[in-house]
């Protein structure tokens, strides 16, 4: 391990890991360089600052049915349009033209099951297996801009269905498998789904997760879905409704493997993926085929410098955009090698990753912070046991990477040998925003710089730049991959990222900058947590736990944790008549995880007498924060109207 003086030097911001000589000399970054003249890093943001070239020069990433005539309209912005009157499809680019070429059998996904079974499909087995579900979707009159929901675990078919829609230009809003049955009814009732593809089952820690269950619970109030498409999965019981449920076996049996593309234009919907914001109601962000394609591939491209020798291996779920972008829809682009695993990283062992690591030769490993220090408790003789020899590229992504946690992951699974790309991004952005490059000297603990071509920058409350101390996150000029609304709701798309500052991309984080220009993230700067990489709002988990009858007022407050960088902590005013007691802490973190999911699961439960609150009523968070961490110091409480429920508060906590 590290010694706590180097630790100490890192913290300060001092040691800097220069680039690999190795990967830098034939990187695809370089090549373009090259090919372009430019010289140094610093010489490459400053061209890409002319974000219109850089996107142009690299727009031909994908394939177009017919080329795009300008390379924006901002007329109507905040509704920026890339790519105009360019004609495409993302799973033409990502699965069809691979067949003309000699990656037809190239291993596209290398699949690993819980239990321990594997499988390999070429890019031929793909297309063939996207054809027929796409013709079967066809055949439950499925049609283009008609709306798919997908809840699946990490299984082929979860790929497969998503390119299935893209290729008939249905619009797909895949649920996490882990979200809960009222998580599931709320998205599916506000995209207006018509259809439902789901599983009976599927692996967690050894056991049969019912994932049909939690559909047909969400399907008592659904009423848009006409036709549920079932995978068999894992053999568990489970209810068929006929006339609605149907085996995806079954329908894909004796459909034809040839589908027609449906030609896109760059701006028609590929899919909504929902995230949390600061209401209960969470936000249907939108992506289009053309301006989508072309900044994840890019992105992937330089940042991973993405070969075709490569495996590459981004540990998340599809469920999220990270694996929306990074395990579909980017790699395939670039025809790469794709490790896809379905259960947890430390089951049946801590060295379950690493062990899959050797058994493929895995050589790009991307993944959360929190899956790291995890590791990092675990203790470094489980990677010890695997040779990790092939590995020459790492990533995180989902929180900031405290150094000790960078160091441990460089040392441990990267052998001093890899740098690791440390990538700021979001749902929203749908690419990587502020990253490395392997060109780029690195610090552990910052996201580094902006990717060529995306201007972010720290401004102050009142617009002006600030360095060297925290201030708002934002971007301050379009990039292809942009969410394009928020899902039928125009208002609070404009409202939630280009109200604060005018024409500016609030991101909702708080960062600061440093004298080089290295962007370090703290955290968010709304009613958003941040736990285990997932983002989760405090009025989403507020609004569950006053759905339960016991509950007359709630306030859910994040406090820092180890291993999952933030915990949730609620704290509860019960109903006269119901009694704070153990049992009814179990009861309501179960209520949580029935209404959210096991990701909202509170790690503790307080029963308060009062909340502090504003004259307006407004329950003041701040304040629970700094008394749940046990802070002396609480801030400036002027504004409180009920100052006696710090008291009870403290009275409560002891
Ligand atoms: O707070 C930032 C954090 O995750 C948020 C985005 O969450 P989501 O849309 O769920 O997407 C996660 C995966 C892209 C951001 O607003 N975040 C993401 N990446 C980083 C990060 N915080 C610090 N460093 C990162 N590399």
Excluded at 252 to 271: F, K, N, R, T
Excluded at 324 to 331: F, K, Q
Aim: charged share 30%; aromatic share 10%.
């Amino acid at each position: 391990m590290e010694t706590p003086k180097e630790i100490e030097a890192l913290l300060k911001e001092k040691r800097i890991f220069k680039p690999s000589e190795d990967i830098v000399k034939d990187s695809n970054i370089k090549k373009f360089m090259d090919e372009h003249d430019i010289e140094s890093y610093s010489e490459l943001l400053e061209k890409a600052s002319d974000y219109e070239w850089w996107w142009s020069e690299n727009s031909d990433i994908i394939d177009w049915f017919e080329p795009w005539d300008r390379i924006i309209d901002k007329s109507k912005k905040p509704f920026f349009k890339w790519f105009i009157n360019g004609k495409t499809n993302i799973a033409y680019n990502a699965v069809d033209r691979h067949i003309k070429t000699w990656r037809k059998n190239k291993v596209a996904y290398i699949w690993e099951g819980e239990p321990g079974e594997s499988k390999k499909i070429t890019y031929y087995d793909l297309y063939k297996e996207v054809n027929k579900f796409a013709n079967a979707l066809k055949s439950l009159g499925i049609k283009k801009g008609d709306r798919v929901s997908i809840y699946l675990p990490m299984i082929l078919e979860l790929p497969i269905a998503m390119l299935a829609c893209a290729k008939i230009g249905a619009i797909h809003s895949v649920v996490f498998s882990g979200f809960s049955a009222k998580a599931l009814r709320d998205r599916i009732n506000d995209a207006e789904a018509d259809v439902l593809v789901t599983a009976d089952g599927f692996y967690r820690r050894g056991h049969i997760i019912n994932l049909k269950a939690n559909a047909d619970e969400a399907l008592k109030d659904a009423p848009t879905i006409r036709h549920v498409v079932v995978v068999k999965r894992a053999g568990n019981d489970i209810e068929m409704r006929s006339n609605r449920d149907i085996w995806y076996h079954d329908l894909i049996e004796g459909q034809s493997d040839e589908c027609e593309c449906e030609v896109m234009d760059s701006e028609d919907l590929l899919y909504i993926l929902y995230t949390s914001g600061t209401t209960g109601k969470p936000k249907g962000v939108v992506h289009v085929h053309g301006g989508y394609a072309v900044g994840t591939a890019t992105t992937l491209k330089y940042v991973f410098d993405l070969k075709d020798d490569d495996i590459w291996w981004c540990a998340a779920d599809i469920g999220w955009v990270t694996g929306h972008s990074y395990i579909v829809y980017a790699p395939l682009i670039l025809g790469a090698t794709i490790m896809m695993y379905e259960g947890a990283p430390d089951y049946p062992k801590p060295d379950r990753l690493w062990e899959m690591v050797d058994k493929y030769g895995v050589t790009i490993f991307y993944t959360a912070p929190t899956t790291i220090r995890m590791f990092m408790k675990y203790g470094e003789e489980w990677p010890k046991r695997h040779s990790l020899k092939t590995l020459r590229l790492l990533g995180t992504v989902g929180e900031p990477i405290n150094p000790e946690a960078w160091i441990w992951y460089y040392k441990n699974i990267g052998h001093e040998r890899c740098p690791i790309m440390d990538t700021w991004w979001q749902t929203e952005t749908g690419a990587f925003m502020i990253t490395p490059l392997p060109i780029t000297p690195l610090k552990p603990g910052s996201a580094t710089k902006p990717f060529p071509g995306i201007d972010a920058d720290v401004l102050n409350e009142d617009g002006k730049r600030v360095i060297g101390k925290g201030g708002y996150l934002v971007i301050k000029t379009p990039w292809p991959s942009m969410l394009r609304t928020l899902y039928k709701d125009p208002d609070r798309y404009i409202k939630t990222y280009w109200s604060k500052f005018d024409g500016v991309y609030l991101a909702g984080d708080v960062a600061r900058m440093d004298e080089d220009g290295y962007f370090w993230i703290q955290g968010r700067s709304d009613d958003v947590l941040n736990v285990a990489g997932h983002r989760i709002g405090t009025a989403e988990l507020e609004s569950a736990l006053v759905a339960h009858e016991a509950v007359a007022e709630a306030a859910v407050v994040g406090i820092p944790d180890p291993v999952k960088g933030e915990a949730i902590e609620a704290f509860v005013i019960l109903k006269s008549g119901y009694e704070a007691s153990p049992e009814m802490k179990d009861e309501l973190i179960k209520h949580v995880r029935k209404e959210i999911g096991p990701i909202a699961t509170p790690s503790r439960i307080v029963f308060v007498p009062d909340l502090p609150k504003t004259r307006s009523g407004k329950i003041m968070r701040r304040v629970v924060k700094a008394l749940a961490r046990g802070e002396e110091d609480i801030g400036d409480i002027s504004t409180l109207a009920n100052a006696e429920a710090v008291e009870a508060i403290r009275k409560s906590l002891k």
